[in-house]
């Protein structure tokens, strides 16, 4: 695997880095489609995983590591691509299935490197078993738990920075 990990300038916003590296999921029908199906509170999916790919991207920078910002930003968009309404009764272990299913769609629509997959497999941890493998992995993995605690609490992540976001990818 090569190593694309590196540090963002100064001069780029966070915004500007999910826009930039996550144009072709965010551009796709699918994750456009992701915006019917609710996630938490009342957050749609799309928003979600935009808000989880700009806390990224956020956190990754205050740490002053090198990062595949590539991987980080599409992984955090793709994390939760199940592309259902998990509400409904026969989703019921949702929590534990969906990761997989997420993973697998995401991979039938684009070229998914193994950071990408490693992100998708295992946001969920620790409710699934295996811990993130990269360090693109564990950041998104903190960045979903801090927008699903807010999202579930109402007081959505999701604000005027990622609703520009996703205004620039309808």
Known sequence: ???????ISKKVSNKRAVSHYGADVL??????????????????????????AYVSVALARKTHLKYDYS??????LLHDYFL?????????????????KALQ???EEFSISPIEADVIKK???PLNINPPRYREAFIIMLADKICSVK??????????????ILDEHK
């Open 1 to 7: 695997m090569r190593n694309n990990r590196k540090r």
């Open 84 to 100: 259902y309404d998990w509400h409904e009764p026969h989703h019921g272990l949702h929590g534990y299935t969906h990761a997989s």
């Open 151 to 164: 999202e579930a609490f109402g007081k959505p992540i999701y604000n005027q920075k990622v609703e520009e």
């Open 27 to 52: 551009d796709s029908d699918g994750h456009k489609k992701c915006h019917k199906y609710i996630q938490h509170g009342d957050t749609s999916v799309r928003q979600h995983t935009t808000s989880v």
């Open 71 to 76: 991987a980080l930003v599409r992984g955090a």
């Open 105 to 107: 769609n995401a991979a």
């Open 123 to 125: 946001h969920m941890w």
